[in-house]
């Protein structure tokens, strides 16, 4: 799953440091290239923030080996691929089911969003409000050293709140897009390339739509 439909599915109201917990993975492979959060799954924390982020950590791993092998996710990710795939060859866009997988989950973030656009500003707000000292002591005692390059890509995220553009097919393009390069899968798409996906967002997201009611049953 992507940021959102972590917090989604699984925030507490009481503990932003949970909370942060449920991005942490994510934000670990994205803002520091080659890295991926490998916690200790039995640790034990004498300090209770540590706790709770370690708790918002593994349930994100655990949601995420729950959903990529979920019956949700083969269909509409196959599903996705059929819709798209056309369009990713005309512009010259590999790994068609690569695509379809990151859509899948990104246009579950751009669903929720539209659905709970509150909930979203409670997100960025619990990110905001998590301690980076607890962030940065959890991330070195589980081998992740590089925390200055994590911190200042954190912020950046933060301050642009750029999921609130997911809800704009030519921004979720542009995202995709830059997955793609930082992956090493692809250059950045031109605009011609560009051009030949954004009308794709559309049914892609009435796709997921229609899926959404079988995810939140899966998901309790």
Not at 18 to 29: E, K, Q, S, Y
Not at 61 to 80: L, M, N, P, Y
Not at 92 to 104: D, E, F, K, Q, Y
Not at 137 to 160: A, C, D, P, Q, W
């Amino acid at each position: 799953m992507n940021y959102f439909a972590h917090y989604y599915f699984d925030h507490k109201q009481d503990s932003e440091i949970h909370n942060f917990g449920l991005a942490l993975p994510d934000f670990v492979r994205n803002f520091i290239k080659g890295s991926r959060l490998k916690p200790v799954l039995d640790a034990d924390f004498d300090d209770d923030n540590l706790q709770q982020l370690h708790n918002g950590t593994l349930k994100h791993i655990q949601r995420d080996a729950h959903f990529h092998g979920s019956q949700f996710f083969k269909k509409a990710s196959s599903r996705i691929g059929g819709m798209v795939g056309a369009a990713f060859n005309e512009a010259g866009i590999p790994r068609v089911w690569w695509g379809a997988h990151l859509l899948t989950e990104m246009m579950l973030d751009r669903v929720l969003i539209k659905e709970n656009p509150e909930l979203i500003g409670r997100f960025y707000e619990d990110l905001e409000n998590s301690s980076e000292q607890i962030v940065g002591e959890y991330m070195t005692k589980n081998g992740i050293v590089n925390t200055s390059e994590f911190f200042k890509r954190l912020n950046r995220f933060r301050e642009l709140r750029y999921l609130l553009r997911y809800t704009e097919d030519d921004a979720m393009v542009f995202s995709l897009s830059r997955v793609y390069l930082y992956a090493g899968v692809s250059p950045e798409w031109n605009s011609a390339q560009a051009a030949l996906v954004i009308p794709q967002m559309e049914p892609v997201e009435q796709e997921i739509a229609f899926f959404m009611a079988e995810l939140k049953e899966k998901m309790q």
